[in-house]
Antibody, heavy 121, light 112 residues
Framework: QVTLKESGPGILQPSQTLSLTCTFS??????????VGWIRQPSGKGLEWLAN???????YYNPSLKNRLTISKDTSNNQAFLKITNVDTADTATYYC?????????????WGQGTLVTVSS | DVVMTQTPVSLSVSLGGQVSISCRSS???????????LSWYLQKPGQSPQLLIY???NRFSGISDRFSGSGSGTDFTLKISRVEPDDLGVYYC?????????FGAGTKLELK
């Protein structure tokens, strides 16, 4: 059974760095073809893809935030991470991690429950 | 970036009825490997999105055959037959053919 769970600080101030953790089970990020992605959703709005990391440590970022994003993984502990630097109120959203599986292209097969992050002074 | 355009924005349906949601991409979603990575997701109220359909027409594990996906190139459709109360929510199409991954703005399915 595949499960993912996001964790984060809940609230942080503008200009700080947001650190998110995705803890998963039921698959390994060292298995060929596996990946984890991060997607966010401001309240009442649509989905915005942020970044992906693959089993071979290949990484992709949304160009609109590229300079602020860093994705990484800890295969031994079944975790993936996302850091967003210099946050502001526009980064307030629910952040999801999701498992991907694909060769060439991909889709988000399993999603976590999401973690709400509020940026406020 | 590939722009995903969903129509309609919202849809009212009677229980037991049938609906279709359209998703059009600004570029072909056919990958170099010949596959088309167009997927459909449903976000029920208060929940995270869930995968319904991947690669245009493949139902994900446990998804009812009342959901069907079709289309090719840049034009795709999700059909839901015999609508049930648990089908209500916001439907998103998404493409995983090229980076950056992009989603449609969503179609809200409501009861008439």
């Amino acid at each position: 059974q595949v499960t993912l769970k996001e964790s984060g600080p809940g609230i942080l101030q503008p200009s700080q760095t947001l650190s998110l953790t995705c803890t998963f089970s039921g698959f390994s990020l060292s298995t060929y073809g596996m990946g984890v992605g991060w997607i966010r959703q401001p309240s009442g709005k649509g989905l915005e893809w942020l970044a992906n990391i693959w089993w071979d440590d290949d990484k992709y970022y949304n160009p609109s935030l590229k300079n602020r994003l860093t994705i990484s993984k800890d295969t031994s502990n079944n975790q993936a991470f996302l850091k967003i630097t210099n946050v502001d109120t526009a980064d307030t959203a629910t952040y999801y991690c999701a498992r991907m599986k694909g060769y060439g292209g991909y889709w988000f097969a399993y999603w976590g429950q999401g973690t709400l992050v509020t940026v406020s002074s | 970036d590939v722009v995903m355009t969903q129509t309609p924005v919202s849809l009212s349906v009677s229980l037991g009825g049938q609906v279709s949601i359209s998703c059009r991409s600004s570029q072909s979603l056919v990958h170099n490997n010949g596959n088309t990575y167009l997927s459909w997701y449903l976000q029920k109220p208060g929940q995270s999105p869930q995968l319904l359909i991947y690669k245009v027409s493949n139902r994900f594990s446990g998804i009812s055959d009342r959901f069907s996906g079709s289309g090719s190139g840049t034009d795709f459709t999700l059909k839901i037959s015999r609508v049930e109360p648990d089908d209500l929510g916001v439907y998103y199409c998404g493409q995983g053919t090229q980076y950056p991954n992009t989603f449609g703005a969503g179609t809200k399915l409501e009861l008439k």
